[in-house]
């Protein structure tokens, strides 16, 4: 390529990034050099740095998320047991990251003050997080630019990162990444730099990126942002350079077996990087990805980048799939797995969808994961079922499972629905519940508020909340605040009990009777969550009558001076938090057929055999 079309594109791409939609409060020049005999990475950074506190800040506080992996006492591999995702570590596969070398522009040589500190749970051992003390403060509105010099030794592939056979490499959370400065619940100002646990992902600041990355030449690479050059170097090497704006990490991946494919949506240049096995699958990640761009900008706003790059790892490194960092996924498909199955399509969704929630809403993904994992689990219910139909996530023999149903499945058939509440940090859930209470249950709440409110005024809160949050760092209490304007009505008292408490919702019709003259039933409330609820009530001369119940008491008995024929609580389905949809009914005459019996006995093994495999493969 000639020098002028060198400068064209370099000027094109800066153009296409240079949109300005967020603060550049951390902004990264990072030039890497991966030595893929060694599995190392030798690299160095400047990062500018902006306190846009009102307060002056005496030391900075870095992750260093690849010590995860240094050794079995990192406080990571005690709470995961090098298990992840039905993937596990491997006994000769550790990794770790070093800082070198940090000076800053003040001519302060800091390296030697640095610290390991742990500020979730004291595990002496773990260092994931470092302690910078300044030698004099950086005051409000100062701006202050680091050099930072670090060597890493990249995992085999587990928990998202590292590297796999035949120089596959996914290399995320890998380079000395600050911190946010920001106030906490009671109004402090300080640090939020959590220790890297199995259960957590990650919290950042926005930025622009331009990383400068050194490799053989074999190797295929893809990237967070736009690929803005590509120079051959001696020795067979070359460096390739990314950039990216209005993002707050950033990610890339390289081998020699991928087989690429590009596809232009609109204004978004999509990219596939397939393995050669999986390359008839690229078409079904480019569909799903267009019906996603497309659900999003209607829902929410315009995708407001240029690029998406599409994954696809091999089998053997399965534990870097499925995972997303900005305009960066990682998805993942089975050779022999059919449309019956929509696993490609339904990783792709997902992965794609986190580019506006918590890659636009940044979140923070330690102490409110299901900010992120739970409303974007709601919107790939909404985008599989609408987009694929009835058999969104399986359709196989006639037998079809919806994405959205999958997801109230997980929850309602949790042993132990009311362990735990919703909104507390990742790494405080009990063992087990993480994935059910994040990702179903909270999706299950969003599906059963947009049943109270209504499809039309749930997107209305959506994407006001989205205009109003993007490039910026939503909580929960700014969602519930954006809910409560947009409706004009106080839904405190739901989102309170949903994501505060953890009760649970089962309402049954337990007695029936027509005798001596006198008719009544009870209607019970199992569990704390209370919910306002429609009873229609069926009666033998034909007529019917509808009425809501408060659900204020436990029991309540409604009495009537003509023959009963039915009771159903919740006829149109609104409250999809109710664990037990069976017990909403009752009537004199039951219609519960051989047929109907041993159908819904199938239908409940399948859901539980599809349930098994996604955990399998997933």
């Given at each position: 390529?000639g020098?002028?079309?060198?400068?064209?594109?370099?000027?094109?791409?800066?153009?296409?990034?240079?949109?300005?939609?967020?603060?550049?409060?951390?902004?990264?020049?990072?030039?890497?050099?991966?030595?893929?005999?060694?599995?190392?990475?030798?690299?160095?950074?400047?990062?500018?740095?902006?306190?846009?506190?009102p307060?002056?800040?005496?030391?900075?506080q870095?992750?260093?998320?690849?010590?995860?992996?240094?050794?079995k006492?990192?406080?990571?591999?005690?709470?995961?047991?090098?298990?992840?995702?039905n993937?596990?570590?491997?006994?000769?596969?550790?990794g770790?990251?070093?800082?070198?070398?940090?000076?800053?522009?003040?001519?302060?040589?800091l390296?030697?003050?640095?610290?390991?500190?742990?500020?979730?749970?004291?595990?002496?051992?773990?260092r994931?997080?470092?302690?910078?003390?300044?030698?004099?403060?950086l005051?409000?509105g100062?701006t202050?630019?680091?050099t930072?010099?670090?060597?890493?030794?990249?995992?085999?592939?587990?928990?998202?990162?590292g590297?796999?056979?035949?120089d596959y490499y996914?290399?995320?959370?890998?380079?000395?990444?600050?911190?946010?400065?920001?106030?906490?619940?009671?109004g402090?100002?300080g640090?939020?730099c959590?220790?890297?646990?199995a259960?957590?992902?990650?919290?950042?600041?926005?930025?622009?990126?331009?990383?400068?990355?050194?490799?053989p030449?074999?190797?295929?690479?893809?990237?967070?942002?736009?690929?803005?050059?590509?120079?051959?170097?001696?020795n067979?090497?070359?460096?390739?350079?990314?950039?990216?704006?209005?993002?707050?990490?950033?990610?890339?991946?390289?081998?020699?077996?991928?087989?690429?494919?590009?596809?232009?949506?609109?204004?978004?240049?999509?990219?596939?990087?397939?393995?050669p096995?999986?390359?008839?699958?690229?078409?079904r990640?480019?569909?799903?990805?267009?019906?996603?761009?497309?659900?999003?900008?209607k829902?929410?706003?315009?995708?407001?980048?240029?690029?998406?790059?599409?994954?696809?790892?091999?089998?053997?490194?399965?534990?870097?799939?499925?995972?997303?960092?900005?305009?960066?996924?990682?998805?993942?498909?089975?050779w022999?797995?059919?449309?019956?199955?929509?696993?490609?399509?339904?990783?792709?969704?997902?992965?794609?969808?986190?580019?506006?929630?918590?890659?636009?809403l940044?979140?923070?993904e330690?102490?409110?994961?299901?900010?992120?994992?739970?409303?974007?689990?709601?919107?790939?219910?909404?985008?599989?079922?609408?987009?694929?139909?009835?058999?969104?996530?399986?359709?196989?023999?006639?037998?079809?499972?919806?994405?959205?149903?999958?997801?109230?499945?997980?929850?309602?058939?949790?042993?132990?629905?009311?362990?735990?509440?919703?909104n507390?940090?990742?790494?405080?859930?009990?063992?087990?519940?993480?994935?059910?209470?994040?990702?179903?249950k909270?999706?299950?709440?969003l599906?059963?508020?947009?049943?109270?409110?209504?499809?039309?005024?749930m997107?209305?809160?959506?994407?006001?909340?989205?205009?109003?949050?993007?490039?910026?760092?939503?909580?929960?209490s700014?969602?519930?605040?954006?809910?409560?304007?947009?409706?004009?009505?106080?839904?405190?008292?739901y989102?309170?009990q949903?994501?505060?408490?953890?009760?649970?919702?089962?309402?049954?019709?337990?007695?029936?009777?027509?005798?001596?003259?006198?008719?009544?039933?009870?209607?019970?409330?199992?569990?704390?969550?209370?919910?306002?609820?429609?009873?229609?009530?069926g009666?033998?001369d034909?007529?019917e009558?509808?009425?809501?119940?408060?659900?204020?008491?436990?029991?309540?008995?409604?009495?009537?001076?003509?023959?009963?024929?039915?009771?159903?609580?919740?006829?149109?389905?609104?409250n999809?938090?109710?664990?037990?949809?069976?017990?909403?009914?009752?009537?004199?005459?039951?219609?519960?057929?051989?047929?109907?019996?041993?159908?819904?006995?199938?239908?409940f093994?399948l859901?539980?055999?599809?349930?098994?495999?996604?955990?399998?493969?997933?």
């Amino acid at each position: 390529m000639g020098k002028v079309w060198v400068v064209l594109l370099v000027f094109i791409s800066r153009s296409a990034f240079a949109q300005n939609l967020a603060p550049d409060i951390a902004n990264y020049d990072i030039t890497v050099n991966l030595d893929t005999k060694t599995k190392t990475l030798i690299g160095g950074q400047v990062l500018t740095w902006t306190n846009t506190s009102p307060v002056p800040i005496k030391e900075l506080q870095f992750h260093l998320y690849l010590n995860a992996f240094r050794d079995k006492k990192s406080t990571f591999m005690k709470e995961s047991g090098g298990r992840l995702r039905n993937n596990s570590f491997r006994k000769s596969g550790f990794g770790n990251i070093y800082i070198t070398d940090f000076k800053s522009d003040r001519g302060e040589e800091l390296l030697g003050g640095m610290k390991y500190i742990q500020p979730d749970d004291f595990n002496k051992d773990d260092r994931t997080v470092v302690s910078v003390p300044l030698k004099e403060e950086l005051k409000a509105g100062e701006t202050i630019v680091l050099t930072i010099g670090f060597k890493a030794k990249l995992p085999k592939v587990f928990a998202r990162t590292g590297y796999g056979a035949n120089d596959y490499y996914l290399i995320g959370q890998w380079f000395p990444k600050i911190g946010v400065f920001e106030q906490n619940a009671v109004g402090e100002w300080g640090w939020n730099c959590h220790q890297f646990h199995a259960n957590s992902e990650f919290y950042a600041d926005f930025g622009k990126y331009k990383v400068n990355i050194t490799l053989p030449e074999s190797l295929k690479v893809g990237g967070t942002g736009t690929q803005v050059l590509s120079t051959r170097l001696k020795n067979g090497l070359k460096t390739v350079v990314f950039e990216a704006d209005d993002v707050h990490d950033f990610a890339w991946t390289a081998s020699p077996a991928f087989k690429v494919f590009e596809k232009k949506w609109k204004h978004v240049t999509m990219k596939a990087m397939m393995q050669p096995e999986h390359a008839g699958q690229a078409k079904r990640y480019f569909d799903a990805a267009e019906k996603s761009l497309a659900y999003f900008e209607k829902t929410l706003g315009i995708y407001p980048y240029s690029t998406l790059t599409m994954v696809d790892p091999p089998l053997e490194s399965s534990g870097s799939g499925g995972m997303e960092y900005p305009t960066f996924i990682t998805c993942g498909s089975y050779w022999g797995v059919g449309k019956w199955l929509k696993m490609a399509e339904m990783v792709t969704v997902h992965e794609l969808g986190h580019q506006y929630f918590q890659g636009i809403l940044a979140s923070n993904e330690f102490e409110q994961s299901f900010l992120d994992e739970g409303f974007n689990q709601y919107m790939e219910g909404r985008i599989m079922d609408e987009s694929y139909g009835s058999g969104a996530q399986f359709d196989l023999f006639g037998f079809e499972i919806g994405d959205a149903e999958s997801s109230r499945y997980s929850y309602v058939t949790m042993e132990y629905p009311e362990m735990a509440s919703i909104n507390k940090p990742s790494w405080k859930y009990p063992k087990g519940v993480y994935g059910e209470l994040t990702y179903t249950k909270t999706a299950t709440v969003l599906m059963t508020f947009e049943s109270l409110v209504g499809r039309r005024k749930m997107d209305l809160v959506l994407k006001s909340y989205y205009e109003k949050w993007r490039f910026k760092h939503p909580k929960l209490s700014d969602f519930i605040i954006e809910v409560n304007e947009v409706l004009g009505e106080d839904y405190t008292w739901y989102f309170n009990q949903a994501f505060e408490k953890s009760y649970s919702c089962d309402y049954s019709v337990d007695t029936l009777s027509n005798e001596d003259n006198e008719s009544y039933f009870i209607l019970k409330r199992k569990g704390k969550f209370k919910f306002p609820v429609e009873v229609l009530v069926g009666f033998e001369d034909g007529s019917e009558e509808v009425f809501v119940w408060d659900s204020e008491k436990y029991s309540e008995q409604f009495d009537y001076t003509k023959p009963l024929k039915f009771v159903k609580i919740d006829p149109q389905k609104k409250n999809l938090m109710d664990l037990n949809l069976i017990n909403n009914q009752y009537a004199v005459k039951t219609s519960n057929t051989f047929l109907a019996k041993y159908n819904t006995k199938a239908l409940f093994w399948l859901q539980h055999f599809v349930s098994a495999f996604l955990f399998w493969i997933g």
